[in-house]
């Protein structure tokens, strides 16, 4: 495998993500707040969410990391803004499909640069990084 | 020492990991298996499986001769006094649980301490904690030198005559740190005190003399000295293990039972309730073998040279810190400056090189060193120069891999 793989799964996309994070911090308003630590390394992160008749008005998040889990936190919280609960409960389902290396139909979800961590799946330690903040935000969501 | 004719009797290293010969850095986290720890198990299991210490029939006598006959060679290892001193465990976690309930539970009071480091791995500061709630009694810690080591001035300023435990790691298996057993049991046992030491990343490496260094318990595991997991040890001086209650209770561990109460079997079988651990007794048998047929002072030779070689070769590397002191035991825990060691040990493994990243499961030291993780590369007997010269390439190209795409 070596650097082509490595390539896949270290795009400049991610490391766009990693470098230049979107939606880093916490609301001045009152949020929903979600801790979730990757166990294999202690990397902890924090979600937060402002959710208003089942919408989620904007998402931002906190923490240390990898570039995996930290570019996965980017890209999540800029993806399911504006999108409704169950749509963004939805993208994080294809998105666990998606680590497992399963085909997943995106038709209907605007995924956005999210598909660049599709190489993650070939490299199975390194999974739990990129699901990390997706399982923060459905514990959030179903509170 | 010949370290290619001891290489080739560890099949697994014999492999490509992502199309590159396998450099194994990760012996402190588990360490692999000479063909005949494997053939000891096996031939346990395909000619002489039984239960032992029951029975009459023949392999019952063989099983049973075979297991004590490990405690045996586990005993002159560690130069413990008699048989009746080692026990077997699961582990080294388990080995020092035993040791906080049946003796941190019991003994202690609201008033006591419990004196520890920061340098601790989990096992050997979470059985305290719960020792302290069960009890009342209070934690403390002897501070760490901004090196990573501990001073005997310290040592002596933190043990006072309300501590009754002592709980130290005898090398840290983050900073490689080897501390002084002998001088602060000498400190513990002036203030009436009792030493645990967790010998878990010290045994497989040098030679170590429970007697000498006068500890009160000792624990290891087979698994980081080329034996198999699931198995364990517990040294206790007989004294103290002889006032001690068992924390497990059923079968093989009874004397007498009857409907209301009970009698314990003598030491050191009281500890060891249920079916125990056979087959990973013969196995850390045969690793004991295994070692001593090399030697362990020619192993911590060893060892002492790759880990100089390799310190040498990292510090040529721009933007690496380093972690620990610079006497250390075979390993080196390190960050590449802004790249997560997640990210490294991906690129390495890539690379075929296998290094562990993470908290090494000492939080409370990753919080002294003000990191969340690291990574490390440990070094075993059958490690060469060529080992670290993939690993030091390897961490080039993920220097260069970061640097490129940042």
């Known amino acids: 495998m070596s650097f082509d793989n490595l390539d896949t799964l270290y795009r400049q996309v991610i490391m766009d993500h990693y470098k230049n994070p979107r939606n880093r911090g916490s609301f001045d308003q009152e949020s929903l707040t979600i801790d979730m630590n990757n166990p294999t390394c202690g990397d902890r992160i924090q979600i937060h969410l402002l959710v208003e008749d089942d919408i989620v008005k904007d998402a931002k998040f906190e923490g240390e990391g990898c570039s995996i889990s930290l570019s996965s936190a980017s890209m999540m919280t800029q993806a399911i803004k504006g999108k409704t609960t169950q749509e963004a409960l939805n993208m994080s389902k294809a998105f666990s499909e998606m680590m497992l290396g399963n085909d997943v139909d995106t038709e209907d979800m605007d995924l956005g640069d999210i598909e660049a961590l599709q190489g993650v799946a070939k490299f199975p330690a390194r999974i739990k990084c990129a699901t990390l903040s997706w399982k923060a935000m459905e514990k959030g969501i179903d509170k | ?406």
């Open chain 2, 1 to 406: 020492m010949d370290v290619k004719a001891i290489r080739s009797q560890f099949p697994i290293l014999n492999q490509e990991i992502n199309g590159r010969s396998l450099v194994y850095l990760d012996s402190a986290a588990t360490s692999q298996k000479p063909s005949s720890v494997i053939e000891a198990i096996n031939s346990y299991y395909q000619l002489n499986n039984s239960n032992v210490h029951r029975g009459v029939h023949t392999l019952g006598s063989r099983a049973t001769d075979q297991y004590e006959g490990a405690r045996e060679k586990v005993r002159a290892f560690i130069h413990a006094r008699s048989t009746e001193e080692v026990i077997f465990t699961r582990g080294t976690t388990t080995a020092i649980n035993t040791v906080a309930y049946s003796f941190g539970n019991r003994n202690l009071s609201p008033g006591d301490e419990i004196v520890l480091t920061p340098m601790e791995h989990h096992s050997n500061i979470i059985p305290w904690q719960q020792v302290a709630k069960v009890t009342g009694a209070t934690l403390k810690y002897i501070p760490l030198q901004s090196d990573g080591t501990v001073t005997l001035e310290d040592v002596k300023e933190t043990i006072t005559t309300n501590t009754k435990i002592v709980a130290m790691t005898h090398v840290s298996n983050v900073l490689g740190t080897i501390n002084p057993i002998k001088e602060v049991a000498d400190i513990a046992h002036e203030n009436g005190a009792i030493i645990v030491v967790d010998g878990a990343q010290a045994i497989p490496h040098m030679a170590v003399d429970v007697q000498a260094l006068n500890c009160d318990f000792y624990a290891f595991s087979g698994h980081k000295m080329c034996g198999p997991t699931g198995i364990g040890v517990l040294y206790g001086k007989k004294a103290l293990l002889e006032e001690m209650e068992p924390v497990e209770f059923g079968g093989e561990m009874i004397d007498f039972v009857d409907l209301y109460d009970s009698t314990w079997k003598e030491l050191p079988w009281k500890f060891e309730g249920g079916t125990p651990i056979i087959a990973g007794a013969i196995g850390l048998g045969a690793a004991i073998d295994f070692l001593n047929t090399i030697g362990m002072d020619n192993i911590t030779k060893h060892e002492t040279e790759l880990v100089t070689y390799a310190m040498q070769q990292l510090k040529t590397i721009n933007g690496i810190e380093i972690y620990g002191p610079e006497n250390r035991a075979g390993l080196i825990t390190f960050n590449l400056v802004d790249v997560h060691p997640h990210d490294t040990a991906t690129v390495l493994d890539a690379e075929g090189v296998a290094v562990r990243a993470g908290h090494h499961c000492a939080q409370p030291l990753m919080k002294w060193l003000d990191v969340t993780a690291t990574a490390r590369a440990s070094f075993y007997l059958y490690n060469t120069k060529d080992d670290l010269d993939r690993f030091i390439s390897s961490l080039q190209r993920a220097k260069e891999f970061f640097g490129d795409v940042f």
